[in-house]
């Protein structure tokens, strides 16, 4: 059995990583840098359905091997890895917690109290830079963009949060839950995404300071939209997937129905 279960790991595996890498060849560029794609949601879907380390291999293998056949960049593959792999793990692991142990979550107020979070902070950032209460290194040489772009960042994930609540009110059960760990991995995604785009340009291309956040954040409308568009779609097509292939035997570690009827 557990050599059947292996086998079939493995399989999915396979399958999921050549559908995130053609999912991510599905892409519209944007001015600012980047692009919108599907590949995070293969990675979220792949989780949801198999579980963390399936989805993480996979949606990292899939979307690595993207960056290193289409731009030849081994840096960019494992970059993806990394942050794919962290991706699918917090997807796979948080469903099957929540689901299998009809864990109850009030995921309205949770998202709502982050987002509040999330403006307070901001907030408290702005007020303690205007009243000269917070040092900042001497090296950022414009301190004022850069206090602007921590803060709009917080503002911009509390503003993602609220929308989460008011897209999931009229969800089931398991939508509320597919759209909380999703939403939930789609801004550490983000956060990831910014710290290693900062990291890379600053230690590994040798730019200023100033240069890799403005670098950085010209890479970060492309990945709200494409975290958004993955928490839209796994939202809506996780349910009827499930029940047309829910005798399937990568399911029999999922109790959905049970979770419905809590």
């Not at 990675?43 to 030849?72: E, R, T």
């Not at 494992?78 to 991706?87: N, T």
């Not at 997807?91 to 982050?114: D, E, Q």
């Amino acid at each position: 059995m557990n050599r059947n279960k292996a086998l079939i790991n493995l399989i999915m595996c396979a399958l999921f990583a050549a559908l995130a890498f053609t999912a991510t060849n599905i892409r519209i560029p944007l001015p600012s840098g980047g692009m919108i794609h599907l590949g995070n949601f293969v990675v979220v879907i792949a989780a949801l359905f198999c579980g963390g380390i399936v989805g993480g291999v996979a949606g990292g293998i899939g979307c690595g091997l993207f960056d290193l056949i289409i731009y030849s960049d081994p840096v960019g593959f494992v970059k993806y890895f990394i942050l794919k792999l962290i991706m699918g793990l917090i997807v796979g692991y948080l469903f099957r917690m929540i689901i299998n142990h009809k864990i109850k979550l009030k995921f309205n107020i949770i998202l709502t109290v982050l987002s509040v979070i999330f403006i307070f902070l901001s907030t408290t950032v702005i007020v303690l830079y205007i009243n000269e209460e917070l040092n900042l290194s001497s090296k950022i040489t414009n301190q004022g963009f850069y206090i602007g772009l921590v803060s709009g960042f917080g503002y911009l994930f509390a503003l993602i949060l609220m929308l989460a609540v008011w897209i999931m009110k009229k969800y089931s059960k398991v939508q509320k839950c597919i759209t909380f760990v999703v939403g939930i991995s789609v801004v550490v995604n983000i956060v990831l995404e910014f710290l290693w785009s900062l990291f890379e340009n600053f230690f590994y291309l040798n730019l200023s300071f100033e240069a890799s956040l403005i670098k950085g954040v010209s890479t970060m409308p492309s990945c709200i939209l494409t975290g958004v568009l993955s928490v839209v779609l796994a939202t809506i097509v996780f349910m009827p997937i499930y029940e047309a292939t829910k005798k399937s035997a990568i399911y029999e570690n999922l109790k959905i129905d049970e979770y419905e009827e809590v």
